[in-house]
T-cell receptor
Framework: DVKVTQSSRYLVKRTGEKVFLECVQDMDHENMFWYRQDPGLGLRLIYFSYDVKMKEKGDIPEGYSVSREKKERFSLILESASTNQTSMYLC????????????FGSGTRLTVV | KNQVEQSPQSLIILEGKNCTLQCNYTVSPFSNLRWYKQDTGRGPVSLTIMTFSENTKSNGRYTATLDADTKQSSLHITASQLSDSASYICVVPSSNDYKLSFGAGTTVTVRA
């Protein structure tokens, strides 16, 4: 069974802290994505990566950065966490050119206090 | 701008009853439409994927319909169960980029 694993289900961080959210997929997918999900707003794309060391901004990249040093791992970094970054973060992956096979992780609920 | 609109925003139904969720989209070019189920605190899980040529597709008690001419889709839940309580999200990828357009979701609550 294919899997996208996010390292933490729940995370509480303080304002100003540097936060790392990790995502690992075991499907050898080329594409990986980070979304945040807020009530009433649906899922919004933060960043995506279509290859190792490659990244592109999504719709709401401000305050975030990403790292993809290995194909299976895609990290989301909050350089200086703020309370408005309290949200559910979802990682997803898909194979190149086959957007049908789009698999989500279980999500990380981040609270910034 | 590609958009996906879902209705209703939420609904409550009694166990055993049926319900229908709606999705209207303006995504172009169109390649497929997906319905996801998201349990509270979990990631979305795919229910159905419908391509341009498919009108109806079932997955157990879930039946999705697609009208590509009117750009509308529906998800019908038959004989609802308590475990159907979740958010249902309509997703439409654009065929020429990596991005997906998401609806805001319909929250379904099934009561005993």
């Amino acid at each position: 069974d294919v899997k996208v694993t996010q390292s933490s289900r729940y995370l509480v961080k303080r304002t100003g802290e540097k936060v790392f959210l990790e995502c690992v997929q075991d499907m050898d997918h080329e594409n990986m994505f980070w979304y945040r999900q807020d009530p009433g707003l649906g899922l919004r794309l933060i960043y995506f990566s279509y290859d190792v060391k490659m990244k592109e901004k999504g719709d709401i990249p401000e305050g975030y950065s990403v790292s993809r040093e290995k194909k299976e791992r895609f990290s989301l970094i909050l350089e200086s966490a703020s309370t408005n970054q309290t949200s559910m973060y979802l990682c997803a992956s898909s194979s190149a050119g086959a957007i049908y096979g789009y698999t989500f992780g279980s999500g990380t609920r981040l609270t910034v206090v | 701008k590609n958009q996906v609109e879902q209705s209703p925003q939420s609904l409550i139904i009694l166990e055993g009853k049926n319900c229908t969720l709606q999705c209207n989209y303006t995504v172009s070019p169109f390649s497929n439409l997906r319905w996801y189920k998201q349990d509270t605190g979990r990631g979305p899980v795919s229910l159905t994927i419908m391509t341009f040529s498919e009108n109806t597709k079932s997955n157990g008690r879930y039946t999705a319909t697609l009208d590509a001419d009117t750009k509308q889709s529906s998800l019908h839940i038959t004989a609802s169960q308590l475990s159907d309580s979740a958010s249902y999200i309509c997703v439409v990828p654009s065929s020429n980029d990596y991005k997906l357009s998401f609806g805001a979701g319909t929250t379904v609550t099934v009561r005993a």
